[in-house]
């Protein structure tokens, strides 16, 4: 017998022996952790705690029954707290859940915020108008007019073009939505905080969003 059959029995004899896959369940979230419950805590400002009361149930249901994740009010603490439960699918839904509870907290409705839970490539991103331009007085009174415009109609124009939304709270600014989307509507806010007239950066945007639904 040649060294080549030799060779080719061995082969056979080991192929005939090769154990079966093992099939393993996927990890849930409690097992990942070693059975550690991991824990989230959102503060709750004061002018969100009424809107939080009025809410409650909506966003409670989608955290407790779809999320798979334990919440509740600390009332003493003033903050809203989330822990993960044995039947917690995903560990990344802890996660998900707090970015949708803060999310709320800076001024999101819940209809928009809840986009987070179910969507992975949403993120909100904040800023003020004092990283883009030092204002005082009556500057910064007129810009955050400008940002807004006539009955929010600018604010609704870079929020309908670029599929974000966007909160206006005071000197801060929260836009959410996707990463591309987040970056066109700061650069029009941006414009419109150093002065640009809203007819201007309208424009822009319709040749942007033009772009961006071409590229989709």
């Known amino acids: 017998m040649s060294s080549m059959e ?18 393993f369940e996927p990890l849930k979230a409690h097992e990942m952790s070693d059975g550690r419950v991991q824990f989230r805590k959102v503060s709750v400002p004061p002018h969100r705690y009424t809107p939080l ?7 409670y249901t989608p955290i407790y029954e779809q999320m798979k994740i334990d ?27 707090a970015d949708f509870v ?7 409705d819940v209809i928009d915020a809840i986009a987070l839970l179910r ?11 004092k990283d883009v331009k030092t204002l005082r ?3 910064l009174s007129r810009a955050i007019g400008r940002l807004s415009g006539k009955g929010g109609k600018t604010k609704f124009a870079i929020e309908n073009s670029t599929r974000t939304r966007i909160v206006i709270a005071d ?4 836009i959410l939505g996707s990463f591309t989307n987040i970056k066109v509507a700061r650069d029009s806010l941006c414009s ?18 033009a772009r961006l639904a071409e590229r989709f």
């Open 6 to 23: 030799i060779e080719k029995v061995s082969l056979e004899t080991n192929v005939g022996s090769i154990p079966v896959k093992p099939k």
């Open 53 to 59: 009361k009025k809410a409650w149930m909506e966003i």
């Open 71 to 97: 919440i509740r009010m600390n009332l003493k603490a003033r903050k809203v707290e989330l822990k993960t439960r044995s039947d917690t699918p995903d560990v990344s839904n802890l996660q998900k859940s």
């Open 102 to 108: 803060h999310a709320f907290m800076l001024g999101f």
């Open 119 to 129: 969507m992975d490539e949403l993120y909100v991103d904040s800023f003020e108008i």
């Open 137 to 139: 007085g009556e500057h």
């Open 171 to 174: 000197t801060k600014i929260h």
């Open 192 to 209: 419109l905080i150093l002065g640009s007239p809203a007819g201007k950066v309208y424009s822009k945007l319709r040749a942007v969003s």
